[in-house]
């Protein structure tokens, strides 16, 4: 998003912990002129589309606490409830169906969109490479559903699709189980597209 020119704030617990990944990520590649900075969760928080990308216990929580900061925004919720099983990732239920309808249930006042669930962090970061995947997107605001299309297809490699409703979300969210176990069992860096469309 940012190599794309859009200004992207890291937040953090930690204001001076986002700072530095900040200036690292600007400093990995030189001559970009990255506008990446680092706040505070709640100044990140200020930005018109908000990802939230801690782990997907922590998600909700870290929601909750700046609901009113959320309200009317479009939040993009990422996490994966999965856990390790050998050679296998296995999707775990979360209690709402996903962990998008528990961000949505922890501010009901923003506009919550599951997206990027099946994408490397790795591939994000690697400008270098370009990136050749779909990226499934559900929201129950049509709005956010075409802003959250919209930053995926603001990344060049990326296509977002329109996938429904939050109640996607579940299947989106355990899909991701699969995709990293093909990813364990053929050593790959596989991505999503969807044929026919
Ligand atoms: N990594 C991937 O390739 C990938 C791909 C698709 C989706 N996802 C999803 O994206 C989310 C982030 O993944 P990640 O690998 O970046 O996770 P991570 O490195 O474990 O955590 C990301 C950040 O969340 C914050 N955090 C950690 N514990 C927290 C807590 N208890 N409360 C509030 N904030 C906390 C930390 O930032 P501070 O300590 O600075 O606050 C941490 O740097 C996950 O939900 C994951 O399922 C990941």
Redesign the pocket.
Known sequence: VAAAGTSVTI????GQ??QD?AAEIVDAWPGRGLPVTGAE?AAAAEADVVV????????P??VRGLASNLAGKVVVS?????VKDGREMLALMPARGS?AAAVQAAAPDAKVAAA?????????LSLDRSLDADVLVCSDHPDATSATVELANSIEGLRGLDAGSLSQAGAI?AF?AVCITLNIRHRAHSSLRISGL
């Open positions: 937040g953090s617990r930690d912990r986002a990944l969760n939230v990308a801690t782990p997907w216990d922590s998600a929580a870290t990422m996490a994966n409830a999965l962990i990027f669930h099946h994408l490397p962090a790795s591939e994000l969210e991701t």
